[in-house]
């Protein structure tokens, strides 16, 4: 009998093993929920952001002003010293990469002064309250024509400037010899353009990044910008590189045509300036 039973109970086992095994199918949790953010401004130009939500683990930040942080805390800051409104977002995720998205309208009323102090700002704008710069030239007789050309790959950028008249594709003194650029920050990030010093001007703004020593002039250009001698594409960026800033001088240079792997090739522009007596 005991031999009968246990034939029996391996006879089961092996059935049992031999029926197909399903899988257990895993659930994704809920999704996170009920997304804000809230605002510390005590710094104003150092606000303190925190996001909430209900299962939210990971967040990534947008802070409206080229910065992100992705990925990172509940928490988060950036410095803000301008004048203007921006639109913080946060991202949060949950179990099965489930997201939502939460945002909020931040607002800076005065310019941090601080910034003015900073070095590149402080020459550019003649430490905020505006510094205007004219033609590296002789304004009576535009000569010479300081809207240069010379070769893309820069190796002999400053020995290697010639005047863009004495090449022949824009043969004629610069329209706005007699004009003025003026960049500055009151109460706001400015730039003003004049085609003739002492006219109404025409207003726009400028990104200055100061790690990359670039400026980038939004509406409406440079002092002979050169629509119909440069490159459309590069000129339409507004993008210059800064090869030069003194309190009492400023060069801009902007490729054109990027040079290739024969030495030489490539075409560049610059721009000479120098503070306005």
């Known amino acids: 009998m005991k031999k009968f039973i246990y034939s029996t109970t391996v006879l089961v086992t092996m059935l049992i093993s031999c029926e197909p095994q399903q899988m257990e199918t895993g659930k994704i949790g809920p999704a996170p929920i009920n997304a804000a953010i809230t605002t510390n401004a005590t710094d104003p130009h150092n606000p303190i952001f925190t996001a909430h939500a209900d299962n939210g683990y990971i967040f990534h930040w947008d802070m409206g002003n080229g910065q992100t942080i992705a990925p990172g805390a509940n928490t988060a800051t950036s410095y803000y010293p301008f004048v203007g409104t921006y639109t913080v977002g946060v991202t949060i995720y949950g179990e099965g990469a489930q997201e939502v998205l939460a945002e909020t309208s931040y607002k800076v009323t005065k310019n941090d002064p601080e910034i003015a102090k900073k070095p590149v700002w402080k020459e550019l704008t003649g430490g905020g309250t505006g510094r205007t710069w004219v033609y590296n030239t002789n304004p009576a007789t535009g000569k010479p024509d300081y809207c240069y050309q010379t ?28 004009g003025e650029m003026t960049f500055d920050l009151n ?39 050169n629509a119909a001698c440069t490159n459309a594409a590069a000129a339409a960026t507004g993008v210059y590189q800064i090869k ?7 060069v801009l240079w902007q490729m054109q045509t990027h040079p290739t792997s024969t030495p030489g090739s490539g075409v560049g522009w610059g721009w000479s300036f120098k503070r306005k007596p």
């Open 151 to 178: 070769t893309g790959d820069l190796v002999n950028y400053k020995d290697n400037w010639m005047p863009s008249a004495s090449w022949g594709q824009c043969d004629r003194i610069t329209p706005d010899i007699n």
């Open 187 to 225: 109460d706001g990030v400015n730039y003003t353009y004049h085609h003739v010093a002492g006219d109404a001007g025409v207003k726009g703004t400028f990104i200055l990044d100061t790690e990359k020593m670039t400026l980038t002039v939004k509406d409406p250009f440079i002092l002979d910008h």
């Open 244 to 250: 030069k800033l003194t309190d009492d001088e400023l």
